[in-house]
């Protein structure tokens, strides 16, 4: 039997034994993770160089973009590593780190994600206080508390997974650490303050979401009374990119806790993992960058101005 002071390293979840499935798998995972790197950093630098975007709407959304790149640049590259060089190891200190920044980008996240429908809120059913309400101080001071907020809930989560005994197995049932699967190797009742931990933690989420859903009641009770078939569709089409990755992120959460990691098969579990902590952020800017007309107006912009200035420099050499 071993315990957690001498567990140097565990051993993940693999996708498959089968060599050329590891390379399938790198591959996909290599692409994915291409798309969602370009399409967060093309948010980030379309809103940065454009000055119409500088608004607390895609202030949000830059920081949506920067959560989405950290929580996936946490697990898949590591994933990828993994099936290239056929191994499923991890370190103890890389776990917690990757336990750690899991929870943090997932609560920083679920906070933006809060605040971005209280801006949404605010810009249509009052639209006259806006300005007043949703200035730069507020702005930052909510932006300054989500990422807070995250970093103390990632901290209670992870000293509270790592103070339990682990026995026997070192074998984490996930690709990434997950806290369900560690609580699984353990032989203490410690866990049983993680497990309550993980419960406040579900509430806070529900919160979370019920804040959202009253928030997006009330805006639809806003747009049905807007007389102008134009304003109500400016107004739907300002709110879908939003709610859109809010039910993605719905329904990937209700899909990981609905199919419990204590009982699911190891392919089961992989395709939950997946779906959690890997499609939403490849998605989000897909998302917003499809059903967003200021950030296509943006790109085209940022697109003539290349081709410009190629072509000027190209004029000037013989």
Not at 137 to 158: D, K, N, P
Request: aromatic share 12%; with cysteine.
């Amino acid at each position: 039997m071993s315990n957690r002071t001498n567990m140097t390293e565990f051993l993940l979840l693999g996708f498959s034994e089968v060599r050329e499935l590891q390379i399938l798998h790198f591959l996909l995972f290599l692409g994915i993770y291409l798309v969602a790197l370009t399409g967060n950093l093309l948010v980030i630098t379309l809103v940065v160089l454009d000055s119409h975007l500088h608004t607390p709407m895609y202030f949000f959304l830059v920081n949506l973009s920067i959560i989405d790149l950290g929580s996936i640049s946490l697990t898949v590259p590591k994933s990828m590593a993994n099936s290239l060089l056929n191994t499923r190891s991890i370190s103890y200190a890389g776990c917690v780190t990757q336990v750690f920044l899991f929870i943090f980008f997932t609560a920083v996240d679920f906070g933006f994600l809060t605040i971005m429908a209280y801006d949404r809120y605010i810009a249509i059913c009052k639209p006259l206080h806006y300005e007043t309400i949703m200035n730069r101080r507020a702005c930052v001071q909510m932006a300054v508390s989500a990422w807070i907020t995250g970093v103390l809930l990632s901290t209670l989560h992870t000293g509270n997974t790592f103070a339990i005994t682990f026995c026997g197995s070192n074998t984490v049932g996930q690709f990434y650490c997950e806290i369900p699967q560690l609580l699984k190797l353990s032989c203490s009742d410690l866990y049983l303050g993680e497990v309550g931990v993980i419960s406040f933690n579900v509430f806070l989420g529900i919160s979370c979401f019920g804040f959202i859903i009253v928030s997006y009641i009330q805006i639809f009770k806003t747009m049905l009374r807007i007389p102008s078939g134009q304003g109500r569709q400016k107004a739907f089409s300002t709110c879908l990119p939003h709610l859109t990755v809010v039910s993605l992120l719905l329904c990937t959460s209700v899909f990981a806790y609905m199919n419990p990691a204590f009982s699911s098969p190891s392919g089961q579990v992989l395709v939950v993992g997946v779906l959690y902590s890997v499609v939403p952020p490849m998605m989000n800017p897909i998302i917003y960058g499809v059903r967003n007309k200021a950030i296509k107006g943006a790109l085209k912009k940022l697109t003539r101005w290349r081709l410009f200035t190629k072509n000027t420099i190209s004029g000037f050499l013989p």
